[in-house]
Nanobody, 125 residues
Framework: QAQLVESGGGVVQVGGSLRLSCAAS????????MAWFRQASGKEREFVAA????????EYGDSVAGRFTITRYNPKNAVYLQLNNLPAEATAVYSC??????????????????WGKGTQVTVSS
């Protein structure tokens, strides 16, 4: 059974940085697309960033492009999200998501159907 466990969330001031990590198990991580989504209180789930299985192609949500960076390290079944210059509106639960379709060379934002419980990021002003 696939399992994704996020860590690295916390409280940070506006303009600060955090690095989120996700450990994956129970799926073929090396061939899976990986993504981060977030959900703020009272709002819909929002796409943040995604990366193809080989790390070649990345996509970012419009509100985070230029400030967030997604990376992965396949030997450790891990994916990361570097959050820089955080605004207050970045406060949300961030979840790690997987598209288990093997070796896709592109990203399908609607195909990430495996996700973890998430980690809370709170940006204080």
């Amino acid at each position: 059974q696939a399992q994704l466990v996020e860590s690295g969330g916390g409280v940070v001031q506006v303009g600060g940085s955090l690095r989120l990590s996700c450990a994956a198990s129970g799926l073929d991580f090396n061939s899976a697309g990986m993504a981060w989504f977030r959900q703020a209180s009272g709002k819909e789930r929002e796409f943040v960033a995604a990366l193809t299985w080989n790390g070649v192609t990345a996509e970012y949500g419009d509100s985070v492009a230029g400030r967030f960076t997604i990376t992965r390290y396949n030997p450790k079944n891990a994916v990361y999200l570097q959050l820089n210059n955080l605004p207050a509106e970045a406060t949300a639960v961030y979840s790690c998501d997987a598209d288990p379709t093997s070796f896709l060379p592109f990203i399908r934002r609607t195909a990430f159907n495996v996700w973890g419980k998430g980690t809370q990021v709170t940006v204080s002003s």
